[in-house]
């Protein structure tokens, strides 16, 4: 991955102005410029950064003429945003896989893969199991039985998904994620030992979700566990069974959502935070970074925060006073000093 | 996965009234019905459901009569609580192996695993491990060398057990557990660097305890990390070196128990709890979620919550003036002011 | 895993007093002592355990005599801690491979894997990758194209390193973690919908570092994340893109760095901790259990606790009074009612 400036300026019809036998490895924001990286100068704003950037080259506009002495070397071309965009996709098909099934995978036999699409090595697919057009299966996936796979999704290396599950058009499941394992249901026995409850729904993942590095979402007990379409899970997060989480969601790391609660459309959940089972949250809610949320919300669009979650100017005007909490303890035992004066 | 409702009706020798060509591909509770789906009705108090349900079928007892007017299909059969149950346990074999080891697993020569166990595809076991009777071991698990698995266990895809480990009777693991990571120690230098501590130990996990996706349990510096006869734990938990879980205790998502800390029997403890170190707690002990517990607790069937975690009802309490912090403060200003202007 | 005393002592050039035909399968501390255990006792501290210790062996300095009976088995050496440390490094071989590739491994043909190195079954290594001296590399590790892998580095089962992330030597990366998944980052449109934004970058770990099972680490945006030397991470551990962990920091299981924040060096992070985005914190800052930090730390080696944190001894402090909320309210109303009476 390391190209000169000369073969790079020769891709995009460019002009070199500096050294040409310079080597680029990487990207960079020309403002965090570093040695063997690419930036880029579209936004006059960001001129300034062009004279101190430590970047080693930087596409600009053919039209760029320089006001004072420039150190890094610049690759002019047409249209300088458009070149960098162009070079970032090109980097996004490193390690991409070209159609057809690795050698090494195993694919049961009655299972449907679509020729356009690639499965990578190690990877297994289940009895039944269809997957669409245009995918990436990355190595060592597990596909489980009656799996359905839409088109153009892409499976990072070592997600797992259980039998009867299905994946939407367009989504991304990053390495780790595992989707329809078994929601935590027990009932308890009379010794206080604890009697598994049969897990027999699945889990639906509609379009346009992207699920991060070692997410869990369990299967319903019965039914389907739904995320919804266009809702984006960070890394780490647990969605547990019968949850649905609703359109175009975002949640950050390491938050988790108990079993059959619902989450709105177009909410916003900060990282580590927790919400309780069996109940509903209104669309467009956001929750700052570890709040735990106990009961159903229904006003729409509300700010939340603070475990219990509490209205968020509230919580944070909450918090200013439980700093000085020990300050105020003792202006009361004054006050009730001083009254004891006076009586 | 998909079987009209009259092969379904032949096979439970059922009687179908209503459309015998419908399609089922699933399975719901009869309020939650929906459209492919098959309900059943066994307790007279849901029955008002079946008028209502969106399923497409209903399993009922052949005594069944209705009261008015049913959408649905109805099939009868002679227990329908009895049929349902049955047709759940079928679908619970989706996925399940056959006895054998498949041509893609790497087994090394001196490992054992009883002819009546299946090994799936990708799975690796190492040297001198022993793997008992009728497990389901999926596709793409690693077993270490020298681990012992018990009879009847079921290790889900892209499961990890490091070498030594012990695995009990009728235990389940689901996709992406680590049992048997290096426990965290790390002495500090005097250049304030840090040297690894070797793990030595191993984790036990006892009898018919189940285990969530991506959890973590470290091996015991010395000794073993143990988790015993029943406990239940759900995904994303961590369980650090030298830990023991208790008895029956079961542990919801994302909670973590740091190192040397002992867990009592029958305890119960929600999502996102955190443990610190070298503590122990009583039998029967209860935590709210997002609890935090720093010391030792003594007192047996306690509840807890906050953090740091106290008396649920005293947290319950401090939580309400919480919210009223602010307005506290200004009732002291207040008192503050007219004490003043008292004197 | 079984030897007997005599096979031990042989082996360490030791001599038996007791019954040389026990069998030994694990190793305890001298007061945590069980049947089948070997232990040791070099620090005269420990004296007193030798006489009731549980452990069936004991390795004991030659110039040992006890000074009451004594029930448990006694292999005299030269240097007990020295014979005892010299068993646990043989121990730690175990499970390790030798060195070579696997033939059940997939490695493209352009990558580079050094001859000393072990490369165990159905692992994966991508085009272009490179791996050094003496690594271990275990059964269904992941390796992407253009990954660079230093000397001695060893990766568990199951890791996954996406394409152009680079590991240092002497790395050690648990089983699951996963090192370059797409940072979090989306656009919004007007349709309230997200667009994706690519992530160009990758991630850099560097020498020494140790990262445990089922950690996620996103590579950068643009640029790189960064692990710098000797710091060390506990297990699902969540490192955001664009982060910058400080050398020989260390950082408890659960905790999560939100996108773009600095952790500075030789900082002691607790478990469930959580750091915003785009802060920076100072050198030697230290953070209890399920702290979270909104804002910069700008003062070096301080301690804060709490969410949000604050100073450590403010925040104790404050959680005293919290407790007793309930009564300061009654005693403000007391107050109240005095003052009343009084006007």
């Known amino acids: 991955m390391q190209i000169s400036v000369k073969e790079l300026s020769k891709l995009l019809q460019g002009e070199v102005i500096g050294d040409e036998n310079a080597l680029l490895h990487t990207v960079a924001k020309i403002e965090e410029g570093q040695p063997g990286a690419l930036s880029f100068l579209a936004n006059p704003k960001y001129e300034p950064h062009i004279y101190t950037t430590q970047s080693t080259a930087v596409l600009v506009n053919r039209s ?30 490193v390690g991409k896989g070209t159609a057809g099934v690795d050698k090494s995978a195993v694919v049961e036999v009655n299972a449907k893969v679509h020729s356009s699409t690639f499965v990578g ?22 596909i489980g039985a009656g799996v359905k796979i839409g ?18 058009d367009n989504c991304i499941v990053h390495a780790g994620a595992v989707i329809g394992s078994d929601g935590f249901g027990f009932a308890p026995l009379p010794d206080r030992s604890y009697k598994k409850i049969p897990q027999t729904g699945n889990v639906i993942v509609e ?23 266009g809702a984006k899970l960070d890394n780490l997060v647990q969605v547990a069974h019968n949850v649905e989480i609703g359109e175009h969601t975002v949640i950050a790391s390491q938050s ?57 100017r509230q919580a944070l005007k909450a918090g200013v006073v439980y700093r000085k909490l020990p300050e105020l303890e003792k202006r009361v035992q004054e006050l009730e000093k001083l009254l004891k004066e006076i009586k």
């Open 64 to 93: 760029f003429i320089p006001e004072s002495a420039i150190t890094t070397t610049l690759i002019k071309v047409d249209d300088a945003y458009q070149a960098f965009t162009f070079l970032l996709e090109q980097f996004a098909n």
């Open 121 to 142: 090595a190690l990877t297994y697919i289940g009895q039944e199991a269809e997957i669409g057009e245009k995918c990436q299966i990355h190595p060592q996936v597990y």
């Open 151 to 168: 088109n153009n999704v892409t499976l990072y290396p070592g997600v797992k998904i259980y039998h009867l599950c299905t994946i939407g």
């Open 207 to 229: 379009a346009d979700v992207e699920i991060g590095a070692n997410c869990t979402i369990d299967r319903a007990t019965m039914g389907s566990t739904v995320i919804k379409k």
């Open 256 to 312: 988790g959502i108990a079993g059959s609660t619902k989450i709105g459309k177009y909410c916003v959940i900060g990282g580590q935070v927790g919400f309780a089972g069996h109940i509903t949250i209104a669309d467009g809610s956001q929750f700052g970074a570890q709040s735990g949320i106990g009961g159903n919300i229904t006003q729409t669009n509300g700010k939340w925060f603070g475990s219990p979650a509490i209205e968020l």
